[in-house]
């Protein structure tokens, strides 16, 4: 079973701040997903990375997020100026070994002042 | 696209008693369906899935679902709960060989009272 893990477990930033929310796969992947949850909403796909290139995004990923990988290991999810609306939980998730399903990481909650 | 509806969004009952959530989904096509679960500050973890073949799926920790293609619902049951089921619970669905991105529901709250 793959295994992920998320940093920071909860970011609190002011307004009009700049975020990183890191991912970091237990083993090496190519195909990643990052989703958020607003506080009693459902869970929303951002967007799917695959091979250091976005394959998908949602309408929600404007252009305040990017995603990288900067160090071929960790994956990124940056949020450039915060709005009091992007206040949520963050999941990454991976691909397990039936690629029809997805393996979720313990997520970060981010709350905009 | 596809849409998920999950009817209930709190549900509250005492141990030992049966539980049905409802997940109904709206999509012209074949389609995955799952089930995951999220334990009180933990991470999102599959209960069970269904593919294809035999539309009852039985999953981890006494959890089964019951794929109804007439009524495109797919509901999930458990006989007797525990304290320990207390959690959030999300149904979600992927087109049959489309994009592996999955559309979730609401999500359903349940307590379980000891």
């Known amino acids: 079973e793959p295994e992920v893990t998320q940093t920071p477990s909860h970011q609190v930033t002011q307004m009009g701040q700049e975020v990183i929310l890191r991912c970091v796969p237990i083993s090496n992947h190519l195909y990643f997903y990052w989703y958020r949850q607003i506080l009693g909403q459902k869970v929303e796909f951002l967007v799917s990375?695959?091979?250091?290139?976005?394959?998908?995004k949602s309408e929600i990923f404007d252009d305040q997020f990017s995603v990288e990988r900067p160090d071929g290991s960790n994956f990124t999810l940056k949020i450039r100026s915060t709005k009091l609306e992007d206040s949520a939980m963050y999941f990454c998730?991976?691909?397990?070994?039936?690629?029809?399903?997805?393996?979720f990481g313990p997520g970060t909650r981010l709350t905009v002042l | 696209a596809q849409s998920v509806s999950q009817h209930n969004h709190h549900v509250i009952l005492s141990e030992a008693a049966s539980l049905e959530l409802g997940c109904n989904y709206s999509y012209g096509g074949t389609v995955n369906l799952f089930w995951y679960v999220q334990y009180p500050g933990q991470h999102l973890q599959l209960l069970l899935k269904y593919f294809s073949g035999d539309p009852l799926v039985k999953g981890i920790k006494g959890f089964e679902a019951e794929f109804i293609k007439s009524k495109f619902s797919f509901n999930l049951r458990k006989p007797s709960v525990q304290w320990s089921d207390t959690a959030e619970y999300f149904c979600a669905v992927t087109p049959s060989g489309g994009s592996y991105i999955p559309t979730f529901g609401r999500g359903t709250s349940l307590i379980v009272h000891p």
């Open positions: 998730a991976i691909p397990t070994d039936q690629y029809n399903e997805q393996f």
């Open positions: 990375f695959y091979n250091n290139e976005i394959s998908e």
